[in-house]
Antibody, heavy 121, light 107 residues
Framework: QVQLVESGGGVVQPGRSLRLSCTAS????????MHWVRQAPGKGLEWVAV????????KYADSVKGRFTISRDNSKNTLYLQIDSLRVDDTAVYYC??????????????WGLGTLVAVSS | EIVMTQSPATVSVSPGERVTLSCRTSQSVESDLAWYQQKPGQAPRLLIHDASTRATGIPARFSGSGSGTEFTLTISSLQFEDFAVYFCQQYDDWPLAFGQGTRLEIK
């Protein structure tokens, strides 16, 4: 069965950096685009970024462009999100999510349990 | 950027009743719309994609309809496990966008 397990969250001071990881299993990771979606406490869902199946094509939400970098290592079945210059409003649960196709930009069919990033001084 | 508007924000319904949730988009997304269910402390779960196609394992009491800018999710006979928050999402254009959610409460 498809499993997505996020890690790397925690409490971080504003301005610092963090790298989130998502380890995938139960499917051929290199055949699918992968996304990060976040949810601030008590709020709705916000799409963050996508990395296509081969790692070459990436898209970002305007709210994170220039500070977040999505990447993947298909040999390790792992998706990453590098977050720089963290802000208080980056506080959220970050979900690793699978796209059903290799070329991203569709509905999101499998979600991890999420990892909490809390930005606070 | 496509703006998503869900209504109502909260709805109270009794088990066994039928409920219809609405999602409107600021421009046409054709049928590129999905619905998700989220229970407290859990990740969202895909219910419907392509406006009306149930995802794998989703019960037949969930149905989606609509195209263009107006969409609905109908739950035909509410079960206790259906009380949750429901989000719609468009994937017709970048950036992907979600509605703000409708909370379905027990009456």
């Amino acid at each position: 069965q498809v499993q997505l397990v996020e890690s790397g969250g925690g409490v971080v001071q504003p301005g610092r950096s963090l790298r989130l990881s998502c380890t995938a299993s139960g499917f051929t990771f290199s055949d699918y685009s992968m996304h990060w979606v976040r949810q601030a406490p008590g709020k709705g869902l916000e799409w963050v970024a996508v990395n296509w199946y081969n790692g070459d094509n990436k898209k970002y939400a305007d709210s994170v462009k220039g500070r977040f970098t999505i990447s993947r290592d298909n040999s390790k079945n792992t998706l990453y999100l590098q977050i720089d210059s963290l802000r208080v409003d980056d506080t959220a649960v970050y979900y690793c999510v699978r796209d059903p196709l290799a070329v991203g930009g569709h509905y999101l069919d499998y979600w991890g349990l999420g990892t909490l990033v809390a930005v606070s001084s | 950027e496509i703006v998503m508007t869900q209504s109502p924000a909260t709805v109270s319904v009794s088990p066994g009743e039928r409920v219809t949730l609405s999602c409107r988009t600021s421009q046409s997304v054709e049928s590129d719309l999905a619905w998700y269910q989220q229970k407290p402390g859990q990740a969202p779960r895909l219910l419907i994609h392509d406006a009306s196609t149930r995802a794998t394992g989703i019960p037949a009491r969930f149905s989606g309809s609509g195209s263009g800018t107006e969409f609905t999710l109908t739950i035909s006979s509410l079960q206790f496990e259906d009380f949750a928050v429901y989000f719609c999402q468009q994937y017709d254009d970048w950036p992907l966008a979600f509605g703000q959610g409708t909370r379905l409460e027990i009456k």
